[in-house]
């Protein structure tokens, strides 16, 4: 078993950036491909990000391409997703996932999710 925990979500302003993390506990996150993943109110979870086991593969949804970049933190057993040039799209609750096996952008093979954490972004 996996347990996450999301940290580092809060109030910017369009343009700005946010750092969150993705703490995980039971097993070390080496042995898994990690995602985040986000939701807007009465919208559907929208990939975000994910990085392989090995921390060699990332992909990014099209939406946050060349503004957000995930990486890992084996040491502390910790994915940190870097999000910069914030607009109030980004606006949404944001959740960690990891799944054992290859690295994946659809949200349903993911096995393990944390609880969210809120990113609001104003104009």
């Known amino acids: 078993q996996v347990q996450l925990v999301e940290s580092g979500g809060g109030l910017v302003q369009a343009g700005g950036s946010l750092r969150l993390s993705c703490a995980a506990s039971g097993r070390t996150l080496s042995g898994y491909a990690t995602g985040w993943f986000r939701q807007a109110p009465g919208g559907e979870r929208e990939f975000v990000a994910a990085?392989?086991?090995?921390?060699?593969?990332?992909y990014y949804g099209d939406s946050v391409k060349g503004r957000f970049t995930i990486s890992g933190d084996n040491a502390k057993n910790t994915v940190v997703l870097q999000m910069n040039s914030l607009n109030p799209e980004d606006t949404a609750v944001y959740y960690c996932a990891a799944r054992a096996g290859l690295v994946r952008q659809i949200a349903s093979m993911y096995d393990y999710w944390g609880q969210g954490t809120q990113v609001i972004v104003s104009s």
């Open positions: 990085i392989s086991a090995n921390g060699v593969v990332s």
